[in-house]
């Protein structure tokens, strides 16, 4: 009896020892789009739990604005921020788009800021996700993919097994060693593709007035048709744009 005593007594002491599980919340603005965590989907946009260590989000900054009278939907290029942190509450901020100079202020360099609870900064490297040609319909989890088995700057440098288990609820990378990151508190990208820019007659939104962009369908809609037609017009010389217009009258 006094032996089975002593023993409860070990393991009580044992687990009054052990460290709490610590995790990395992160908090992040409403206007964030969270594509995918670590590498997988995201199932929701918001604040995230997250484990220990390194860890990598792509989001779009979406917001609204007024451009004389019309209500004007921005959607950024898909960023990717990286950072290793542990047992903290960390808060990305991104600065505030009221007009088109901001959008293609932030388009040309985006200025992101990431801190922990006493305001302090906090170092991270971050990238875009660039898909060249027609945006719609895009496969984040097959891009993302590819870019961290390569050698970019906010990789994880995955390998080609990544199938863990996880402990608990907070999600975590798999490494294939543990990168070296460039890290700074604040990063310009100079990789550049066109924003999605929709006009408030072109452009779909939800029932919060937010606008709503699909990832997953093959099938474009009527609006994000629109949209591109819009920016290629944009793109197009005087030349072009007179030959599509005279198709167009022509039907």
Known sequence: MKYQSIL?????????VQPATADVNLNLPKNAEVLTVNGKPAVKSGNL?????????????????????DSVHYLSDVLIVRFDAS?????????????????????????LTLSNAQDEAVSFTSDKLIKNGIQLGRDFEHEILQYNLSNHPASLNLTMNTATTQPNDAIAPVLASQPQIRQTAVVTSTNLIAPAV?????????????????????????????QMLDYWYKQANDNTKASFKAKINKE
């Not at 007009?99 to 202020?105: I, P, V």
């Not at 929709?198 to 048709?225: H, Y």
Request: charged residues 15%; glycine residues 2%.
């Open 49 to 69: 739990v997250l484990a220990d260590g390194i860890n990598q989000i792509a989001f779009r900054y979406a917001a609204q604005y007024r451009q004389q009278a």
């Open 198 to 226: 929709m006009s408030s007659s072109a452009a779909a939104v939800n029932d919060k007035g937010q606008p709503t962009t699909s990832v997953s369908s093959t099938t474009p809609s009527q609006a994000e048709i629109s």
């Open 87 to 111: 047992a903290q509450t960390l808060t990305l901020t991104l600065p505030t788009i009221n007009s088109a100079r901001d959008a293609k202020k932030f388009d040309e360099s985006p200025k």
């Open 8 to 16: 409860c007594a070990t393991a009580l002491m044992l687990v009054a």
